[in-house]
């Protein structure tokens, strides 16, 4: 026979486990998981977002830092064009000039471009700056509820694993040591009893006589090659 404190300690991990499935389950449980992913997904947002306006900044330095030189160039070019007679060095000095102002042109263009992506992260900040304070009450508010359903099963738990440890001492250490190692696999370990002597009470799987003989040497269990089960002897 399969001992009854070994059952009685299976029926209570039952038990655990549903306690375990349903808080899962728990509507607070689910929303804290996804409150959870959408703060991580904000945070992640506003670092991409600060990493963008760095960069912008950057580029903002050195376009104005290209205005200062070509700034620079013109001023020079137009103090010597203002002493020139030589029509071809004027004409060339102004050519020069054109061009400069040209690239100015262009910077300038640049500068519109970077201040204009500039105004869309500022948006984009304030947007996910204003979204995360409420998914953190959104998850507070979950973690709490969570916590509070928790601890309401949290003496019943107290309670099971006590007993559980009371029963442990009178299970036989090698068959709760096979029973832990199915339970903690994610698997409800299965006792069935053994049938017509030769044959697994579950999925009724012939046992050779010389496998039986081997394996239940000893002891009144073995563990069904096919199907897993626990198969006890009743005697
Ligand atoms: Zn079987």
Redesign the pocket.
Known sequence: MIQQEMLQYQSLDMELARIERDLRKNDNFVKRKQYKAMTQECEETIAKLDAKASDLRNQLAQAQQSVQKITDVIEEHSKEIDGLEDEDELNYLNKKLNEQIMELNSVEKEIRRILREGEEIVKSFDDANAKLPRLVAGYNKCNEEFNRAAAEVKPRVTEIRAQQAELKKAIDPSIFEIYKKIADGGLQPVFVALRDGTR?G??Q?EIPKAVADARFAGKNYMR?E??G?IIYKKD
């Open positions: 697994c579950g999925c799987m069904c096919h199907c089960r």
